[in-house]
């Protein structure tokens, strides 16, 4: 059995049209962790959608890093906003990564725009796909 790059894309781009709706919809109803909402509470929005989450661990010996990051869409701003939490237990002894983590934030207004054309392409290659067929015999 060949790999087909269509035959794939045709299950792919329903299955991250619905993710991707079931991930925007579920930030209506989960409040974002501390160390996001502390920093969500400085911008000035009406609605915010939660368009992707991340989280990387490792350990080098004794020393482990965590890393978590949040992307929301602020709207009527417009704009993306990442929150990344890093933490290294050498640095916290008691292991809690929730106690004064490192936080960074990056602003992006390009990022909000590649996120919705995203979205759309993914639900147009749905309905491309999965359209009725007319058969004109």
């Not at 781009?13 to 501390?34: E, G, Q, R, W």
């Not at 949040?70 to 050498?90: A, D, G, M, V, W």
Request: glycine share 2%; hydrophobic share 40%.
């Amino acid at each position: 059995m060949q790999f087909s790059l269509f035959k794939s894309i045709k299950y792919l781009f329903p299955l991250f049209a619905v993710l991707i709706t079931l991930l925007a919809l579920s930030s209506t109803f989960i409040s974002p962790p501390t160390w996001a909402e502390v920093v969500l509470k400085k911008y000035n929005y009406s609605f915010k959608i939660l368009i992707s989450i991340s989280a990387h661990s490792r350990t080098n010996g004794e020393h482990e890093y965590q890393s978590s990051s949040r992307t929301y869409l602020l709207l009527p701003n417009f704009k993306t906003l990442e929150i990344s939490r890093y933490c290294h237990n050498h640095q916290k002894p008691e292991g809690n990564c929730d106690i004064n983590p490192e936080v960074t934030v990056e602003e992006s207004t390009l990022g909000a725009f590649y996120a919705l054309l995203s979205y759309l392409v993914f639900w147009a290659g749905t309905w491309w796909y999965w359209r009725p067929k007319s058969s004109h015999t």
